[in-house]
């Protein structure tokens, strides 16, 4: 198995710019998940440093983009890994995430029950993201925190539901899917597919922990012959071939 230093490499090999340290992407990822800022474990985010360093390998134009944010870790991860010309738009309800629909599978709605309960557990035994007050300022200073400064960086964040919000503004070169159910899902890629560039990279954090997400995914990956699997090690990355 090839290690994420030798995948960097290979994403730059023969271009002007230089490879990313591969030891301060590592660094990055172990604070992020030190810090109890994600849910997504190292093996995830260096799924998303490899589809992000793609694009900006590649050049592929366009703007950044994340669909579920919970407390900001991948977030944080992409604003440290965009150069600063590259907006980064940040969507999520920033408060307790809506239901699963009949399109989930059972495994969504249990996970579902336990949040609604109010006895879902945070990551490290801090409060669960769904239950804080506020979330939006709370991710705010966990991307400053972090040295990511949205003014400065690029970086928006827009709160609402995706089927409110979600309405990229031109061509899309990344997107972090990290939402969960069939529907939110469904909605993300009729939202954004359409606008992703040629190279571009659409990454799915929950295609191999939620059934209604891979539904969503393969139900639109069989009738989308210009998109192909880029990768499928725990998340799914797809690159816009044509």
Sequence with gaps: MTTLWQRLRSLFAG????PPDAAAVAATIAAIRAANLSYCGPPKLENIAEAALAVRAARVP?????????????????????????PLDLYDVFGLIPPPG???????????????????????????YGYVDDLESKVRANLARFGVEPA??????????????????????????DCDWYESVRVCIARTAP????????????????AGCRRAVDEWLAQAPGFAIEFHRRSLGVRRRA
Aim: without cysteine.
């Design 195 to 210: 606008h992703v560039a040629v190279g571009g990279m659409l990454v799915f954090d929950d295609y191999s922990s939620y």
């Design 152 to 177: 400065r960086d690029g970086v928006r964040l827009h709160r609402g539901l995706f089927e409110d919000t979600l309405r990229p503004e031109g061509p899309v070169a990344l997107a972090h899917f």
């Design 102 to 128: 009949p399109s989930d599978g059972e495994d969504a709605h249990r996970r579902y029950a336990e949040i609604a309960s109010g006895t879902s557990q945070g990551l490290g035994g801090e409060t669960y």
């Design 62 to 86: 366009g703007r950044w983009l994340e669909a579920g944010v919970a407390l900001g870790g991948s977030a944080i991860l992409l604003g440290k890994l965009k150069d600063r010309a590259t």
């Design 15 to 18: 271009g002007e710019a230089a």
